[in-house]
């Protein structure tokens, strides 16, 4: 297969930002092509970022991988596959330096690769000069990390399990613009630490043990026609009620796991106690958690402050990031990733 000729580099930027779902995604029907069990439903935050820089060159004998200064092996090989699957499509073999750079704690359940496979394939789709539209890179953004299919979109998006055996039907497609309800997402930040089971392991024991699956699997479609209708009709307290119903779900499925998967700290039980409490007191905020300690409060932007500073006095809450709803995946300067 050809190379790029000698001396010739090509190089793109791109970024993107973490999604949380509200309706999960949790199982996988393949596990090399990355394929769901059951459809997901998420939000594309605005503040924090991935951004990446892929640059193709043909003196380097293998792909490079540098996370926020310091190069990252098991990433790497990651991202390396990734690349391998844009490498076929554009005909060639070089390989890459990737430089990439989180503004958030990287694999704490704040949903970094989901923006970073994201990034990744948008970046390396521009320099490799392949026309890739948004649909096809959510195919490929999956391939590297499931929920990623979701971040190439932003505001509200939805990925379809999709039937057939190859994947290609197994993307993301947008469902409302962030901007046609500006929802806001107050994080509670109870842990820095990397989690102790990562999506990809925790999936697989689920689907080997947990007695769960089978009511995981048929119950899933009715939460994401309840998510869509609530969406679309900007209605806050069915949202709040089928996404809090989504969360417990996917973390009962995985607690009645072998041995079970217990991604919450204390603070994060405070904080779903505390959340409730708010929404009985009248205050539009539901939670949500994913497969890390962090809670996300998801609320009506003119309850944000009275939120976060709920949030922020529990105990073991080290710190809150409060995000907007935000744009999908794009192509972004080359000097904005060093800056
Ligand atoms: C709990 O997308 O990180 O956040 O596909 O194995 O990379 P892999 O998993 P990942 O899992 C995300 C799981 C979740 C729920 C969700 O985002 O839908």
Known sequence: MPSIPTGVVRQAAAQAQPNIALVKYWGKRDVALNLPVVGSLSITLDSIWTRTLVCFEPALAQDTFILNGVANAAAGARASTSLD???????????????????????????????????????????????????????????GSGSAARSIFGGYAEWHRGTRDDGTDSCAEPLLAASAWPLRVVVAVTSEAQKSVSSTDGMLRTARTSPYERAWESTQEADLAEARAAIHAHDFAKLAAVSEASCLKMHALAMAARPGLLYWNAATMAGLHCVRQLRAEGVPVFFTVDAGPQLKAVCLPE?????????????????????????????????????
Do not use: H, Q, W
């Not at 430089?99 to 704040?110: D, V």
């Not at 105990?315 to 907007?324: A, D, K, M, N, Q």
């Open 303 to 339: 309850a944000a402050e009275k939120v976060a500073a709920a949030l922020c006095e529990l105990p073991g809450v080290l710190r809150i990031v409060e995000c907007g709803l935000g744009a999908g995946a794009r192509v972004i300067p080359m000097e904005t990733v060093a800056a």
């Open 85 to 143: 699957v844009l490498r076929a499509r554009a005909g060639i073999t070089t390989r890459a330096r990737i430089e990439t750079r989180n503004n958030f704690p990287t694999g704490a359940g704040l949903a970094s690769s989901a923006s970073g496979f994201a990034a990744l394939v948008t970046a390396a789709a521009a320099a490799l000069g392949l026309e890739l539209d948004a649909r096809e890179r959510s195919v490929l953004a999956r391939r």
